[in-house]
């Protein structure tokens, strides 16, 4: 079945510094790649998300790549802050289905 | 917009006993909702899918006598966990769909069974 994985699991940047948090996937019908942050106690917030017709996203300090070859796609913050700091999770769907299929999720540190 | 709420975020139960979470479209109509458990430290398991009207679609190994499902409107979902155990501690999560493929969070659900 569809599998996502993510890396790295853990990141620290000083902030001001950029994060970059990659995932691959294995189903080529895959068509929809959003991104969630995660604060503790909390539910995810989808933070970006972006469609296999379009090869990059990008809003405020936040952009998505995706590279349809390779099957992975990234997300970029520019400019981190320490409330940047948050489990950050991938995932992707296909048209059909309605389900995601998440990755393993990465916690990030910006340190002040 | 594309709220969604749940309740009650924090529920603390003794063993034996069924407790009952909500979850809320506010702001949108949700043909399909999922529930997801979500462990320390671990990444989000889809438990079923939820479909307005029609039984619920459960993933492998839950069981659906135990997690009952209902949706019985565009904007209400919930979730029964029956005859609660120690185990079932855990943080549960709802999510819907507004359309294809996009889904929003609900804060999550924080059970305890003692």
């Known amino acids: 079945g569809e599998n996502v994985e993510q890396h790295p699991s853990t990141l620290s940047v000083q902030e001001g510094d950029s994060a970059v948090i990659k995932c691959t996937y294995s189903d080529s019908a895959s068509n929809y790649f959003p991104w969630y942050k995660q604060e503790l106690g909390k539910g995810p917030q989808l933070i970006i998300d972006?469609?296999?017709?379009?090869g990059e996203k990008k809003d405020q300090r936040i952009a998505v790549t995706l590279n349809k070859t390779a099957k992975h796609f990234s997300l970029h913050i520019t400019e981190t802050q320490p409330e940047d700091s948050a489990v950050y999770f991938c995932?992707?769907?296909?048209?059909?289905?309605?389900?995601?299929?998440f990755g393993s999720g990465t916690r990030l540190l910006v340190r002040p | 917009g594309a709220v969604v709420s749940q309740h009650p975020s924090r529920v603390i139960c003794k063993s034996g006993t069924s407790v009952k979470i909500e979850c809320r479209s506010l702001?949108?109509?949700?043909?399909?909702m999922f529930w997801y458990r979500q462990f320390p430290k671990q990444s989000l398991m889809l438990m079923a899918t939820?479909?307005?009207?029609?039984?619920?679609?459960?993933e492998q190994g839950v069981e659906k006598d135990k997690f009952l499902i209902n949706h019985a409107s565009l904007t209400l979902s919930t979730l029964t966990v029956t005859s609660a155990h120690p185990e079932d501690s855990s943080f549960y999560i709802c999510s819907a769909s507004p359309q294809w493929n996009e889904q929003f969070f609900g804060p999550g659900t924080r059970l305890t069974v003692l």
């Open positions: 972006i469609r296999s017709n379009v």
């Open positions: 995932a992707a769907s296909k048209e059909s289905s309605y389900k995601l299929i």
């Open positions: 939820s479909n307005e009207g029609s039984k619920a679609t459960y």
């Open positions: 702001d949108f109509q949700a043909t399909t």
